[in-house]
């Protein structure tokens, strides 16, 4: 006996049982019974979201033996043909082997001729946007004006491409994603009328996997009964197709909480030996990330497509990363989806992504960073500098980065800022600049100060350094030996950089105006930005820690 595949065994009969799309189906089956229906339909939306199966539908009550109703019987002559395919009335056309001109105007000769059976001749066109130019041109005048007793519904998944001029000539319907929960009911009443015993997690796992596609998630789901048997759980699920679940998610989540890089890499390495898909695994991390962040902005039990059973672990998650850093992680792991997806060598990418995730620093209390600044600038040394944190301390701490090691604190220079002193000192200063802005340094490396007054100091690069000198004078680049001026000797004037002259005759070019550009920091401070041009401190925050500034609301 040939196995007839659930998508075809239960495919709706009548419009009531068309899942998701109620929107759809009421206003057809209203516009039936008052005698309103239209020539020609448009039927857009995502695959396996019914379109197809409601134009038959359509056809099966314009020609149903006991009349024009809303809903066909299902059991007459012409009901029966047109369910099984073999109706002549019903002309299903594919526009992705049939786009030419000639296709349409055989299509055009063939409309003139009454309908065999039935009332209507119907002509279902799959995939139009498919059709080309000339085609869609030689379609418009049939269109508008089809012979009596023909309609037309031209269904598609790309609405977008389809001329103007022809969707002004029809009624247009947009099917929506089927919900996730209602792919999931209707998977359950399908199981138990075919004596199956579906997992509820591994119910929820194909549900997810469908994208919103009942016909994908039958497939799938009669994929899997070919090669579970007739009990499916998650276990089975997971070594035909690789679905990961909520558990693997939360897992990573808790690994990227502890900042565990070594254990996200062997995590990518486990989802390879599982015959895990990475694609599909990336598209589910940033779905875990997105539910992760409704919990943690509180709509998360009301919004977030997760069985209930997780909840209390998603709330977890989300209370140990918080919402600014499951925000940036977001973030993050969206901009990389594409480099990810034309990647060669994707579990590579995934490894480097999960690492950056899990070294990705923490906000910082922008009140902690404001006391350290002035704590360097007064020649006091970090607290999380010289040594644990104290209990109770938010974790990744509000000071700076530690220093590397042999790098010395220098300590305050005595007496006032010379050129002499500074002199003195400038390999010195330039390895504390080391420590904050490598770049910043290897180009100090090759200027020599010239002149130190009270209001200002100024270094000169050597002639053809033009690249070095452009560097050094962007908005901010400096900030880092202003900071070691400023420890040493309290200096609190202006630093300029200038070409040196090729040749003792040459007079020195006076130095260019800077131009205030403003960094990305400044860009991402956003509401804050006037704030941080009339606060020389909090710039050098911004600047220290690479940080973006974020406004949190004070808690009730």
Known sequence: MTHLPLALKY???????????????????????????????????????????????????????????????????????????????????????NRGIDDIKELREAVKYAPAQGRYKVYIVDEVHQLSKDAFNALLKTLEEPPRGVVFVLATTEPHKILPTILSRCQRFDFRPIPLDAIRKRLADIARLEGFALDERAEFAIAKKADGSLRDALSLLDQVVAFGGDSIDLPTLRRLIGVPDEERYLELTELLASGDAAAAMRFVRELRAGGYDLESFYAGLLEHLRDCLLFAVGDGARLAEVPERYHGAYSAAASSLGAEGLLRMLTLATEEEQSFRRSSQQDLVLEVLLVRLAMLDRTVDLDAALRTVEAGRGGGRPASAAGPAAPGAPAGGAGPPPRPEGTKQRAKAAGPLTLEALLAAWDEVVEEVLAARPTVAASLKEARPESCHDDGVTLTLPHGAEFKLEQLSARGMLDPLAGVLARRWGFTGRIRVEAAASSPETVAEPAKPRVHRPSVREIEAGTIDDRLKGDPLLRQVVDLFDASVVRVRPSS
């Open 11 to 97: 495919r709706p009969a009548t419009f009531a049982d068309v899942i998701g799309q109620e929107h759809v189906t009421r206003t057809l089956s209203n516009a039936l019974e008052r005698g309103r229906t239209a020539h020609a339909y448009l039927f857009a939306g995502p695959r396996g979201s019914g379109k197809t199966t409601t134009a038959r539908l359509l056809a099966k009550a314009l020609n149903c033996d006991r009349g024009v109703t809303g809903e066909p019987c299902g059991e007459c002559e012409n009901c029966v043909a047109i369910a099984a395919g073999r109706s002549l009335d019903v002309i299903e056309i594919d526009a992705a082997s």
